[in-house]
């Protein structure tokens, strides 16, 4: 309440200019259920040169809660020209049940209008609806409801791009109806998958690049924000949203290149300020969301340029002062995370407004367990592999060893799911483990993490696990401990020592097993 009410006593310091501001607005007819989404069209008469840049125009709607809790929601441009009448939207998710009322607030150039166009609308029940994913300890998240989430899925970075560059699966990952979110999404949620990582970048949700896409998805556009990216966004996250998947969006520089200047410039800054307040406007709403993720691979882009890397410290304040200004303009406080290839940046785990820490892992997924517990308990977040697989090197020919490429699938999602982390590790190559059907493996994943779920009610204690020349985990959810047991040897394992119990049990050779002790 006082850090709103301070934002308001600044926005409203100085008069418009004669005739702008808020003309009139459109707003939901019924009541809204809780967690579902509320439209608001606001007309205004305003000038500038670009109306996606706040420094010249923008518009925030001025939310007070049943409880009291009053929120800003940032809106977005939609049309209109400058000098004349502008038509702007909100999107807003109410996560309170009641009535709340509504103003909007113009600014124009450092100036403010005084709250206009206000209203009331109400909030029902949620009719099945959960809200917004936060943190919630290191074993799950937790949404605004209390209902307990672990996310289990796959990297699908982005829809096919017309031309791939795979020196192997070219013709493979060029095939666009196979691999576009209307084909991905709904297969993943019938694997039981219900989380995956997706990117903005120059082929995948360009939102702010003209032209040259590589993806035939996508129009060419003058404006600042391009409309057929936009509105693919648009769509996905309300396919996803139907799937009851939910995604880490990895948001990317925009159209830029992530230089030393992007990091310290006040100009480069202000434009990715910029970027990312459209981003919350337009999709924060979204209950799809359930991670803004800012960079994939920042150490690589420190280390873009051998001879002269960006210093880490300049990194990691750029982290603290993003993470700061996202929190400030996010209504609903989605979950906030990066991600590093493998390198660690001093401090960047320990920024106050990361929730989640992250790293790539590939060829070394036994790695996996140990790399969680450590981060996590050092760091006191919770910790994610955001991708793993047997070989990152996409020169290779992944046929040359399918099998162990399988096999690994399988064991960093098992690995993931006995390790306090809330989101099973996500695997790279989503083309080929399509085409090769691995992803079937999720399903038997799933069944036992919704077990887990509910035995436990959430509570997950790490259990002692033995068994000689293989890799065994233990997790007691309740009065339940469930086992996994990786036997890469030539010969079968008939004991596996759980706490102070051995147990009689079957592991084939170069297999796996799971099982349950009451």
């Not at 998958?193 to 997706?198: A, D, I, K, W, Y």
């Not at 390198?343 to 785990?349: I, K």
């Not at 799911?417 to 085409?435: G, H, I, K, N």
Request: net charge neutral; aromatic share 12%.
């Amino acid at each position: 309440m006082r850090k709103t009410s301070l934002i308001l006593a600044l926005l409203l310091g100085c008069a418009l200019p004669s005739g702008a501001g808020v003309l009139r607005t459109e707003a939901p007819q019924k009541a809204v259920p809780q967690y579902g989404r509320a439209d608001f069209t606001i007309y205004v008469q305003g000038s500038w040169d670009n109306p996606w840049l706040q420094e010249e125009a923008a518009l925030d709607m001025q939310v007070t809660a049943p409880s009291g809790k009053v929120l800003l929601v940032p809106c977005f441009y939609v049309s209109g020209e400058s000098g004349g009448q502008s038509r702007w939207e909100a999107r807003f998710t109410p996560q309170e049940k009641g009535r709340y009322s509504y103003a909007f607030i113009y600014r124009e150039k450092g100036k403010a209008e005084s709250p206009a166009g206000g209203g009331r609308f109400k909030v029902t029940g949620p009719r099945g609806r959960h809200g917004i994913l936060h943190t919630n300890g290191l074993w799950t998240l937790r949404y605004d409801d209390g209902t307990l989430f672990r996310g289990i899925g796959e990297n699908l970075c982005w829809e096919s791009r017309t031309e791939d560059d795979s020196k192997y699966f070219k013709t493979l990952h060029e095939q666009h109806e196979r691999f576009s979110y209307p084909a991905m999404l709904p297969k993943l949620a019938s694997q039981g998958g219900n989380f995956t990582r997706m990117w903005m970048c120059s082929w995948n949700f360009p939102i702010d690049r003209p032209d040259r896409f590589n993806n035939a998805r996508y129009t060419p556009a003058d404006t600042w924000i391009n409309p057929s990216a936009a509105l693919r966004l648009d769509r996905t996250l309300a396919l996803a949203e139907s799937l009851d998947i939910r995604i880490m969006l990895c948001l990317g520089p925009g159209d830029v290149t992530p230089d030393r200047d992007f990091f310290i410039s006040g100009q480069a800054k202000a434009r990715w300020r910029n970027y990312l307040r459209y981003i919350v406007a337009r999709w924060g709403c979204s209950p799809s969301v359930a991670m803004w993720e800012f960079f994939n691979e920042i150490d690589n882009i420190q280390f873009r340029r051998a001879d002269a890397p960006i210093p880490a410290e300049e990194i990691v304040a750029w982290h603290r002062e993003m993470a700061a200004y996202l929190r400030s303009i996010d209504p609903y406080g989605h979950i906030v995370t990066t991600s590093i290839s493998h390198r660690d940046l001093p401090g960047l785990n320990d920024v106050e407004g990361i929730d989640i820490n992250q790293k790539h892992i590939y060829c070394a997924t036994g790695a996996i367990p140990e790399t969680i517990r450590r981060y996590g308990h050092r760091h006191g977040k919770p910790y994610v592999i955001g991708e793993y697989g047997y070989e990152w090197d996409w020169s290779k020919n992944f046929d040359d060893f399918a099998e162990e490429m399988k096999t690994d699938f399988r064991r960093g999602l098992w690995y993931g799911l006995f390790s306090p982390t809330p989101v099973l590790p996500l695997s790279w190559w989503w083309e080929w483990f399509d085409r090769e059907g691995t992803a079937q493996v999720l399903r038997e994943v799933r069944k036992v993490s919704d077990e887990m779920l509910r035995a436990g009610k959430g509570s997950f204690i790490p259990v002692e696990a033995r068994a000689e020349g293989a890799d065994a985990y233990a997790v007691r959810c309740g009065r339940k401990t469930w086992v996994y047991v990786y036997n890469p040897g030539d010969k079968a394992l008939t004991r596996v020592t759980v706490g102070e119990k051995e147990i009689k049990t079957a592991v084939p050779a170069k297999g796996e097993a799971i099982f349950v002790i009451k």
